[in-house]
């Protein structure tokens, strides 16, 4: 995918379709069903291209209600293998924006959510779409493996 052609997902289909930036966007059309990318382009452009912060208060809105899938990254400061993940998430997060968000939560100043989801050790990378949690990796994994992890919903 080359720079400046970011990827929407047509709101009628479904389909992905790379969007040239420019003058083309106001007639982006769906390459499969045609129907118009311009809403879908203009929610891409706000989407974030780098992780999120989120926290006890705000998880519900943010992660649970998102309208994207999103991946949590539970962490903390004095972690070292969450430091090696870190870099990972941040080029995953840059990969697929518009398509997923990527959240870190530090386990330390949000306990709550960290034992609502019964995380134990950390890093603890978690999916979660539509509000239910689809799968989980525990530890600092490679990151062919940790795209491979978001392969089922990205
Ligand atoms: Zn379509």
């Known amino acids: 995918m080359s720079e400046g052609s970011p990827v929407v997902r047509c709101p009628v289909c479904g389909?992905?379709?790379?969007?040239?930036?420019?003058?083309?966007?106001?007639?982006?059309r769906c390459g499969?069903?045609?129907?118009?990318?311009?809403?879908?382009?203009?929610?891409?452009?706000?989407?974030?291209s780098a992780?999120?912060?989120?926290?006890?208060?705000?998880?519900?809105?943010?992660?649970?209600h998102s309208s994207l899938p999103v991946?949590?990254?539970?962490?903390?400061?004095?972690?070292?293998p969450?430091?090696?993940?870190?870099?990972?998430l941040e080029e995953l997060a840059e990969k697929y924006r518009g398509r997923l968000i990527v959240a870190k939560l530090n386990v330390d100043e949000n306990g709550y959510t960290?034992?609502?989801f019964?995380?134990?050790s950390i890093p603890t990378l978690i999916l979660i779409k539509d509000g239910n949690e689809l799968n989980r990796m525990v530890g600092a994994?490679?990151?062919?493996?940790?795209?491979q992890f978001l392969s089922m919903v990205v």
């Open 32 to 48: 499969q069903c045609h129907a118009s990318l311009t809403g879908a382009v203009a929610a891409n452009s706000h989407a974030p």
């Open 118 to 120: 019964r995380v134990a």
């Open 51 to 64: 992780p999120v912060t989120v926290t006890d208060a705000d998880f519900s809105e943010r992660v649970i």
């Open 15 to 28: 389909t992905l379709n790379k969007v040239k930036t420019g003058r083309d966007l106001e007639q982006a």
């Open 114 to 116: 960290a034992s609502e």
């Open 141 to 147: 994994e490679s990151p062919a493996r940790i795209e």
């Open 82 to 88: 969450c430091r090696q993940v870190a870099p990972v």
């Open 71 to 80: 991946l949590v990254d539970f962490w903390a400061p004095w972690c070292g």
